[in-house]
């Protein structure tokens, strides 16, 4: 099974972590997409993450060079590859697993600086998210400041292409089912929610 | 204790008060001077006859002297077709602090290699060099400010005779931010020889690789095009203690090119008159011209002067390209132009105040592993230290 590098971990805390990530590497993370860290692999401990928030942050060099007539791809390319301006994605973690075991519980230690991140394989995906319960959606309910409806509804639809792919067409269903019922006494996110569901290309047979 | 602002306000007060004047005895000066520059504007012959008779009684003169072209030339580039690379070097130190625990020094030099309108990611080069005893603890004492700045501008000549070996390139640019020749005072010193030696040595190397190179200085205010014109107001028996008297002291040559000079042009090519210029000789020997760089910024003025040895200056193919390349150059940062090049190439060099400490305790620790007895840092520099914020015992 191949990994796909996305990045290195800049800082980290309990319920999440920010990840540092060239611009060549931004093909690959997208809002919404399930990452994991390998923390201790000789252990087989590893974090599990939605992606919430892409940023690519400015210094004054870039502001000065946006105002040019003329910027030539050169000058682009050097800022996106030299210039320490690393774009810096966040992730909340919604898991871990230990020896193979899968657990909607927040991982008991934060991955350590420039630790490597990877996304998740469709099989893994499936693995994390097709666990009896849908414990891990709680992480995301219970977090401020995040687009909950975008990241949810993005986390859907990667997550019921994983599980067709797997051969679970009726996940979609249980899955929204389920953010319903958590959410049947919070009628704004609930509509929120649903509405940027309805946006996605899901089947919610 | 803050600036007392009430006192300081009154003498900027009286500043102000004298500045209008100030301001029209340079205007008048401009206005003179632009008379003059404007007579002997093709009489370049003349002018450059006028200097070597005053160097026969004067060898410490310092003035520009022009070559063929007229003193108010303009000059726009004309347009490359030819792909090109530029190798921009710049250089960052630590001086040795008598104050600190442990003198140390560190020159930082970095180098920027870009390739203009070939859709290749620029490259980035540093070398790190800390000083050793021998180097900080001289002879002389304590190595000096000015000694450390002198081996960093040796350096950054280095860096880019040693990357234009490796650069298969043609035309290649060498850039430098500051001026070409290596003005240092001292010049008798050994360090200093030694140095100038190893200066020429690079010169000489990007010379046979066909290099251009290129000192550029920002917002220059050098008045070497101006010692020139004094020269024809001097009387024969005055040329003895040129410098001395001034005609036009406080007029810079930017006053005049600034007016002279529409954007994307250059002046005419001077060559460097003086006795610190006497170091480097024949195809070495430092020239300039004045340099108005492309500028989305319409309410401030900008001029630059570009030094170039001989061996650019005697080649107009060659003059053509680096000014056009500079000038595509300080487009890229739009209206604050300035090479991007040689902007990056600082970025690189650069040494902050946090990393210095960050050496300064690896180094400590080194000597701690050693068992070697440390010193304090002075009790002046403790003090100085100390925290200057305010701290509250509640919230």
Not at chain 2, 69 to 90: K, M
Not at chain 2, 213 to 226: E, F, M, Q, R, W
Not at chain 2, 249 to 268: C, K, P, Q
Not at chain 2, 293 to 312: D, F, G, K, Y
């Amino acid at each position: 099974m191949s990994m796909i590098e996305i990045g290195r971990l800049l800082r980290a805390g309990t319920k999440g972590c920010v990840v540092g990530c060239k611009i060549t590497q931004i093909d690959v993370p997208a809002l919404g997409g399930m990452v994991k860290i390998p923390i201790d692999p000789n252990k087989g401990y590893q974090a599990y993450g939605l992606i919430h928030e892409i940023n690519i942050d400015d210094d004054g060099l870039v502001r000065q060079l946006v105002t040019s007539d003329t910027v030539s791809p050169e000058v682009i390319l050097d800022n996106r590859l030299n210039r320490n301006v690393p774009v810096e994605i966040s992730v909340l973690f919604v898991g871990h697993s230990d020896q193979g075991k899968i657990s909607h519980l927040l991982p008991p230690r934060p991955p350590l600086t420039m630790d490597m991140i990877y996304t998740c394989s469709q099989e893994e995906i499936c693995e994390f998210s097709g666990q009896k319960r849908f414990g891990y959606f709680r992480h995301l309910l219970q977090a401020k400041d995040l687009p909950l409806g975008e990241v949810l509804a993005a986390h859907l639809q990667q997550a019921a292409l994983a599980h067709q792919t797997c051969g679970d067409k009726g996940w979609p269903k249980k899955a929204a089912q389920e953010l319903i019922t958590l959410l049947r006494d919070d009628y704004n996110t609930l509509m929120n929610v649903l509405s940027a569901l309805a946006d996605t290309n899901i089947e919610f047979k | 204790m803050p600036v007392n602002y009430l006192e300081i306000t009154q003498q900027i007060k009286k500043i102000g008060g004298k500045a209008a004047d100030y301001n029209r005895d340079l205007d008048d000066k401009k206005e003179k001077l632009k008379i003059i520059m404007e007579q002997y504007s093709c009489q370049n012959e003349f002018l450059q006859n006028l200097v070597n008779q005053v160097l026969q009684t004067n060898n410490k003169l310092r003035c520009a002297v022009p070559l063929e072209e007229s003193l108010t030339a303009r000059l726009q580039a004309a347009d490359v077709d030819e792909p090109y690379a530029i190798l921009a070097a710049d250089g960052s130190q630590i001086n040795p602090n008598r104050h600190d625990r442990i003198p140390f020094g560190v020159i930082n030099t970095g180098a920027f290699l870009i390739k203009p309108g070939q859709n290749i990611a620029p490259r980035e080069f540093i070398r790190s060099r800390l000083l050793s005893y021998e180097e900080v603890y001289t002879d002389e004492g304590l190595l000096s400010e000015r000694n450390v700045g002198l081996m960093r501008d040796y350096y950054e000549r280095e860096i880019l005779a040693e990357l234009a070996q490796l650069n298969d390139q043609k035309p290649l640019l060498a850039l430098t931010d500051g001026p070409l020749e290596l003005y240092h005072e001292q010049l008798e010193t050994r360090t200093y020889r030694e140095y100038l030696a190893g200066f020429v040595k690079a010169l000489s190397a990007l010379q046979k690789k066909e290099c251009i190179v290129a000192g550029y200085i920002d917002k220059p205010y050098s008045d070497l095009v101006v010692r020139l014109l004094e020269l024809t107001l001097l009387k024969k028996e005055e040329y003895a203690n040129v410098g001395k008297k001034r005609f036009f002291s406080g007029v810079t040559d930017r006053t005049l090119f600034d007016e002279l000079l529409y954007t994307g042009e250059r002046s005419a090519i001077f060559r460097i008159q003086s006795a610190s210029s006497e170091q480097l000789k024949a195809d070495l020997t430092p020239h300039f011209f004045y340099f108005k760089p492309q500028n989305s910024n319409q309410t401030i003025n900008v001029l630059a002067r570009v030094e170039i040895p001989a061996w650019i200056a005697r080649n107009p193919r060659q003059v053509n390209l680096l000014q056009y390349a500079l000038n595509e150059q300080c487009k890229q940062l739009g209206s604050k132009p300035y090479p991007y090049s040689l902007h990056r190439a600082h970025e690189i060099a650069v040494v902050h105040l946090h990393e210095k400490n960050e050496l300064e305790n690896r180094i400590l620790s080194e000597l701690q592993n050693k068992n070697i007895p440390i010193e304090n840092g002075s009790q002046k520099q403790e003090n100085k230290n100390l925290q200057v914020s305010r701290t509250r015992y509640s919230k």
